[in-house]
């Protein structure tokens, strides 16, 4: 099983940077997703991390380090419209080679004016 | 695009109904899945299936049982429903089990069991 560990809510201010973070216990570790999800809609994907490394993708970048079990989302430039759940999600090959990722409990971000 | 569709998105039913969820997609994905999320606890798998016929136990299956019938279709059925077992319900398909595959989600439905 894992251990997915990630705040349960951040603000930010509109323009500004924020980081959020997220922990991980597995064995076999085999990719990290980060997905968005807005109140009421589905979550849709951002990234996804299989080597230590920063992934930049426009004003989202994503990075991990397999060695600390840890990985960040990184949102430049913040709108108002970036207000949302952002889910951690950690697959491993625990699960029989059906490498379904568990997901962490999401960090609701609010941005504010 | 991918498109999840879910027959809908709101959902009333009382205690020891029987409750079909259904899920299409229209991808030729293999993979689908049925999630349940609950504020405070995240997503939370009920159950998925591989292939047509095929399915397997999710984290929380109790309560619950499924059906894929045909590739694009996988309907999660509430047995005799209860009030613990109001939430929101998210199918999810996936092509197949690659590295980068990701979970391409529905709207979702809003559950709830008086």
């Known amino acids: 099983g894992q251990n997915i560990d990630q705040p349960t809510e951040m603000t930010a201010t509109e323009g500004a940077i924020v980081q959020i973070n997220c922990t991980y216990q597995t064995s076999g570790f085999n990719g990290l997703f980060w997905y968005q999800q807005h109140a009421g809609e589905a979550p849709t994907f951002l990234s996804y991390n299989v080597l230590d490394g920063l992934e930049e993708k426009g004003r989202f970048s994503s990075f991990l380090s397999r060695s600390k079990g840890y990985s960040y989302l990184l949102l430049k430039e913040l709108q108002m419209k970036d207000s949302a759940s952002y889910l951690c999600a950690v697959r491993d090959d625990a699960s029989g080679g059906s490498y379904i990722p568990t997901f962490g409990r999401g960090t609701s971000l609010i941005v504010h004016p | 695009d991918v498109k999840v569709t879910q027959s809908s998105r709101y959902l009333v039913k009382r205690t020891g109904e029987k409750v079909f969820l259904e899920c299409v997609q229209d991808?030729?994905?293999?993979?689908m899945f049925w999630y349940r999320q609950d504020p405070g606890l995240g997503l939370r798998l009920i159950y998925f299936s591989y292939d047509v016929k095929m399915k397997e136990k999710g984290d929380i299956p109790e309560g619950y049982s499924v059906s894929r019938e045909k590739k694009e279709r996988f309907s999660l059925i509430l047995e005799s429903a209860s009030t613990n077992q109001t939430s929101m319900y998210l199918c999810?398909?996936?092509?197949?089990?690659?590295?980068?595959?990701?979970?391409?989600f529905g709207p979702g439905t809003r559950l709830l069991v008086l």
């Open positions: 999810a398909s996936r092509p197949g089990t690659g590295a980068q595959e990701t979970q391409y």
């Open positions: 991808m030729d994905h293999e993979n």
